[in-house]
């Protein structure tokens, strides 16, 4: 089945201590992106990767990061998390050779965070 | 400016009637790609819908279409037939970009269908 698969679901923790949510597609696809949802604010764009070792910062980048060492695999790094990081994170991932911006992404279940 | 906007936090529509859910959009990029997209309760993101700057007719998939305006920057969704299943958030969205790498969403609207 085709899926992108996050984890962990659900995650409380406390500020300063590193944490990781892993993102993996089984699609093949080239492009991921990791995104956060507020209320209110809709989907924010945090990072995306248009391919293995190709990755640059969306709309709110800061406090986060990632790396694309294979291409099924984005994981979101999260180094000194804060409260302001609580939030419910999506990854997703779609074609993009050869298309001409027509792909929908798949997203993952969701990641909720809570920062203490 | 926000380059997605939603202006319709939230919307009541009867079963079984039609209701539009409004989107404009705002780039200086010739070349992008407009999307639906449903979010039930349960949180997932469902893709509902899709229409490319360049297509000449307004994308239909089932109950769902799509009108768009490009001199007025709208991408209106159009759910017929409205069933209770329907009531979810709703998210416009716009990829742009060279490779369609930035991705904006709105903020959505919350339908609820009524019996």
């Known amino acids: 089945e085709a899926q992108v698969t996050q984890n962990p679901r659900y995650l409380i923790t406390v500020t300063g201590k590193k944490l990781t949510v892993t993102c993996s597609q089984n699609?093949?696809?080239?492009?991921m992106s990791w995104y956060r949802q507020d209320p209110g604010l809709g989907l924010r764009q945090i990072y995306y990767?248009?391919?293995?070792?190709?990755?640059d910062k969306g709309d709110v980048p800061e406090g986060y990061k990632v790396s694309r060492k294979e291409k099924r695999n984005f994981p979101l790094i999260l180094e000194s998390p804060s409260p302001n990081q609580t939030s419910l994170y999506f990854c997703?991932?779609?074609?993009?050779?050869?298309?001409?911006?027509?792909?929908?992404?798949?997203f993952g279940d969701g990641t909720r965070l809570s920062i203490l | 400016a926000q380059k997605i906007t939603q202006t319709q936090p939230g919307m009541f529509v009867q079963e079984k009637e039609a209701v539009t859910l409004d989107c404009t959009y705002d780039?200086?990029?010739?070349?992008?790609?407009l999307f639906w997209y449903k979010q039930p309760s349960s949180g997932e993101m469902i893709f509902l819908i899709y229409?490319?700057?360049?297509?000449?007719q307004n994308a239909t998939e089932g109950r769902y279409s799509l009108n768009f305006q490009k001199a007025r920057k709208s991408a209106n969704l159009v759910i017929s037939a409205s069933q209770l299943g329907d009531s979810a958030m709703y998210f416009c969205?716009?990829?742009?970009?060279?490779?369609?790498?930035?991705?904006?969403f709105g903020t959505g609207t919350k339908l609820q269908v009524i019996p």
């Open positions: 997703a991932s779609s074609l993009t050779r050869g298309a001409r911006g027509n792909q929908p992404q798949h």
């Open positions: 699609m093949n696809h080239e492009y």
């Open positions: 229409q490319g700057s360049y297509d000449q």
């Open positions: 969205a716009m990829r742009e970009g060279r490779g369609y790498q930035k991705v904006t």
């Open positions: 780039t200086s990029d010739p070349s992008y790609g």
């Open positions: 990767s248009m391919n293995v070792e190709v990755t």
